[in-house]
């Protein structure tokens, strides 16, 4: 027995020699807040670990004397030998943030290097309004036309997105598009986010990941709100156009351990440079509180409000610019424009099941209303009343996510199991189209009814770690329920249908060196489509699948200097599309997009930094001759870049670019939408506490068109009908000034 004993010991002494002893700790920053990301690394066992969002981590195979390396760009590298009292106990570190310096990024020591480049571009660059925080997607260009207070068009790899239906938005976990909107399938409206307030930028393109699902063909965008503020901040800002915005953001329980709270109000006012004023106005309302349990679980609590109210000179026909009838900030029709609003509820929790498995969970509410008047075809369908629509929903979103992550060896290979469910429940009321007159009188109703729409989802993903090499498949599984009730039929009938979906998944990376990541991505993705065409549609060909394709690089090929690239394609399967301004159902063919995206950031010292990103694309319908088969307003080229300067002796600022090359705005390409180069400059000088800043939009006032389309329409005085570039102009030169004040 006593022999057994003794033989039980030294087996176990041996597996300790062997597979080390453990380390836990928690990294925090001088603001006693958790550092997320930070890179654990045993210089002798080369085993290494990352930080979670509440700072813990976790580090095998340690023994005695061997060397901890702790690194976090934008902070003081720290070391330390392992001694017996680092042994299963808690260590408490602290980092001490210092000026970010590119050279001083590893790329194998971060859990995703594209993300850590977003990362720095919100440092270089600080955003300050709603259009800035997409910007910040590498090769996401906008477009904005209906003065501010519609959700903005977006461009990506090739896809005129509209207003979200080819892209997964979301933030803080609450999903941003709308299904089954009364405008068009996945509208998102971002603007009751406040720049300000984001912390971090999780994206990734093309369909390749497990956890997300809806919208998710060209790519996905998750916004993290910041955990808590360094200092309380106003700021008001002024210029032309009658332009104002105001910013306060207050901390509420500053120098308490383990809570933080803030709040922040947000309200914005212009007349834009239309001859007709926008009369735009906008207030956002948000707050969080955050709270750590002394077992480092995590809750925190978002709520917030926006509301907004504009008016529109709409999209003008070239024809009537070009004759001198009207001047490019003229109006055919200046009674467009709209209203909207939304609050959303957010709870979000991490707990620490066991010390290698996290459960995180968010449940959210959000109620969200609408109204929309436009005129795209002036006098076409109606030569007496005019062709004006309204476009109206009420609506309320119940959702849960769940998600776990779990740490295991397989064999001797470190596994990371992620596994979660989902549920997003939409109610829509009295989504309505009609066609109107001066947003007042209604003409008739051409659409009108309730929508209920159900989606539940489940997933699976894993990322094994051989070495150098990590493969990362994952399958995922979306039921949707598509309920529509009909009000403009005598008799309520519901109509109904269900549709599932299973989307499989594969990537891999390569770390060939610390300064080259090698990857490719394959999976197949979708979008919903709007309950209206499900239901008319019989379910049938009404969750169009993506087939993508990646092959890429992350590579810094000299300290100062790191460069993405990636080859890309993409499939899109037949669909039928609910168009929302005509109530009518259209089909779209299937679709193929390739090319190139690539990227630069170079740091020429540690004040000034230079960064762009470029996406050349092939766009093209499958099924039409060749010739007849270009996609309108899909782009074959974008750019967008910019020199920044942070902190020199109390000075910040920057210039930046955009450029979005000439593309077919119909499918024979005989009508062409012109591309621009914009360029805006910011300066801004710091003393004390107080900032002084200066932004100037189109610093060279070119003349340039933000959105277009081919569009037919008809002016009350003309016989026949002709189809041209309609146009909602871009801001010519605009200055504004900006003095902020932080305590």
């Known amino acids: 027995m006593v022999r057994n004993v003794i033989v039980l010991i030294l087996l176990f002494s041996s597996f300790s020699i062997m597979f080390g002893q453990t380390i836990k700790g928690k990294i925090t920053s001088k603001y006693n807040q958790p550092l997320e990301d930070v890179y654990v690394f045993n210089i002798n066992s080369n085993t290494h670990a990352h930080t979670l969002s509440n700072g813990t981590f976790i580090l095998l195979n340690n023994t005695i004397g061997d060397t901890i390396s702790i690194a976090l760009l934008g902070f003081k590298k720290q070391n330390f030998i392992v001694e017996e009292k680092h042994i299963n106990h808690d260590l408490e570190l602290v980092l001490e943030s210092k000026t970010l310096m590119l050279d001083e990024l590893v790329l194998t020591e971060q859990l995703d290097a594209v993300h850590t480049i977003t990362k720095i571009d919100l440092t270089t660059t600080p955003v300050n309004s709603s259009q800035e925080i997409l910007r910040k997607i590498p090769g996401l260009i906008i477009g904005q036309h209906a003065g501010g207070g519609k959700a903005e068009q977006l461009f990506l790899r090739g896809f005129d997105i509209d207003h979200g239906t080819d892209i997964s938005i979301q933030v803080d976990g609450m999903p941003v598009n709308m299904v089954s909107h009364a405008h068009g399938q996945g509208y998102s409206d971002l603007h009751f986010v406040i720049p300000e307030t984001i912390n971090k930028i999780d994206f990734g393109k093309g369909p390749y990941y497990g956890n997300v699902g809806d919208f998710n063909t060209a790519g996905y965008v998750n916004f993290s709100s910041k955990d808590y503020l360094k200092e309380s901040l106003i700021k008001v800002s002024a210029g032309q156009f009658n332009s104002l915005k105001t910013l306060a953001m207050f901390n509420l329980l500053k120098d308490i351990k383990n809570q933080n709270a803030y709040i922040a109000a947000e309200y914005i006012a212009s007349d834009g440079p239309f001859e007709s004023p926008q009369n735009f106005n906008r207030l956002n309302l948000f707050g969080k509180y955050v709270m750590y349990s002394p077992e480092n679980n995590k809750l925190s609590l978002t709520a917030s409000h926006f509301t907004s109210r504009w008016d529109a000179s709409g999209q003008i026909p070239q024809r009537e610019v070009d ?21 959303n509820l957010n709870v979000v929790f ?30 076409l369908e109606d030569p007496i009343h005019g062709d004006q629509i309204k ?19 397989l064999g001797a290979v470190p596994v990371q199991l992620n596994y979660g469910v989902g549920l997003r429940y939409d109610i829509s009321k009295d989504v309505e189209l009609s066609k109107t007159l001066n947003k007042t009188t209604i003409i008739e109703n051409v659409q009108l009814g309730d929508i209920n729409q159900t989606n539940v989802d489940a997933f699976v993903a894993a990322d094994f770690e051989l070495g150098k090499f990590t493969i990362s498949p994952s399958l995922r599984l979306d039921y949707f329920k598509f309920l529509y009730n009909n009000q403009l039929q005598p008799d309520l009938n519901t109509q109904s249908e269900t549709k599932t979906i299973v989307s499989p998944k594969l990537n891999f990376f390569y770390n060939a060196k610390d300064n080259l990541q090698l990857f490719l991505k394959s999976g197949i993705g979708f979008h919903s489509n709007d309950t209206r065409v499900v239901v008319a549609q019989n379910g049938k060909e009404i969750l169009p699948r993506a087939y993508g394709l990646d092959l890429g690089t992350i590579w810094k090929p000299f300290p100062e200097l790191i460069v993405n690239s990636a080859l890309w394609y993409l499939f899109s399967e037949q669909e039928f599309v609910y168009v929302g301004d005509a109530g009518i159902v259209e089909p779209s063919g299937k679709s193929e997009r390739y090319g190139l995206d690539l990227g630069l950031r170079y740091q020429l010292n540690d004040w000034l930094y230079f960064d762009t990103d470029a996406t050349l694309t092939h766009a093209r319908s499958v099924d039409d001759p060749d010739g007849q088969n270009y996609i309108p307003l899909a782009p074959d080229f974008t750019m967008a870049g910019g020199l920044s300067v942070n902190d020199l002796k109390g000075f910040s600022g920057g210039i930046r670019y955009r450029f979005l090359d000439d593309r077919p705005a119909n499918e024979d390409n005989s009508i062409v939408a012109e591309g621009y180069f914009v360029t805006d400059f910011n300066v801004n000088y710091t003393f004390q506490n107080i900032t002084l800043g200066v932004v100037v939009e189109n610093i060279f006032d070119v003349e340039w068109n933000e959105t277009q389309f081919a569009t ?15 146009f909602t102009p871009g801001t010519p030169f605009f200055i504004k000034g900006s003095v902020s004040y932080s305590f």
């Open 350 to 379: 991490n707990k620490f099941i066991s010390d290698n498995t996290k459960f995180k969970t968010n449940a959210f509410y959000s109620h969200y209303a609408f109204e929309l008047y436009s005129n795209f075809t002036f006098f």
């Open 391 to 409: 476009q109206k929903e009420n609506r309320h979103i119940f959702g849960l996510n769940t998600e776990i992550t779990k740490d295991l060896l």
């Open 323 to 343: 004759n001198g009838n009207i001047s490019r900030f003229g109006a055919i029709d200046d009674t467009e424009g709209g209203q909207t609003e939304r609050t």
């Open 712 to 726: 037919e329409s008809r002016l009350q005085h003309e016989i026949q009908s002709v189809e041209e570039i309609h």
